[in-house]
């Protein structure tokens, strides 16, 4: 910012977690115990994306994982494919929930789609 603000800054409380720029979390729900043991402490971050970008960034579902409340690991793809190979937008998760039997509900505002992720079996 232009002026800067010394003071201001000295103030900033930087965030625990950040997912970068242009992606668009617009949904949030945290795991729990009757997700799979490798997805039962985290949360689900539906990513709607960026469509002014030259480069698209988001369009899916990352999982962040958890450790003592606390994020614990870099985010990592659970639900793509949402961009066609020319990168035209195929879908755009929004919202994400957990259903009562644990899996994965997402909200999809361009396929007009709700996504049911369930561990195989």
Request: proline residues 9%; without cysteine.
């Amino acid at each position: 910012m232009k002026p800067a603000n010394p003071q201001m800054v000295a103030k900033a409380i930087a965030p625990d977690f950040g997912l970068g720029a242009h992606v668009a979390p617009l949904g949030l729900v945290f795991s729990d115990a009757r997700m799979p043991a490798n997805y039962a402490a985290g949360a689900f971050i539906g990513q709607h994306g960026s469509w002014n970008r030259k480069d698209l960034s988001g369009y899916n579902v990352v999982y962040v994982p958890f450790a003592n409340g606390k994020p614990s690991g870099p985010p990592v793809e659970f639900l793509g494919g949402f961009l066609s190979a020319g990168g035209k937008a195929q879908g755009r998760p929004v919202g994400v929930a957990l259903d009562g039997k644990g899996a994965l509900l997402v909200a999809d505002d361009v396929g007009n789609t709700v996504w049911r992720v369930a561990p195989g079996g």
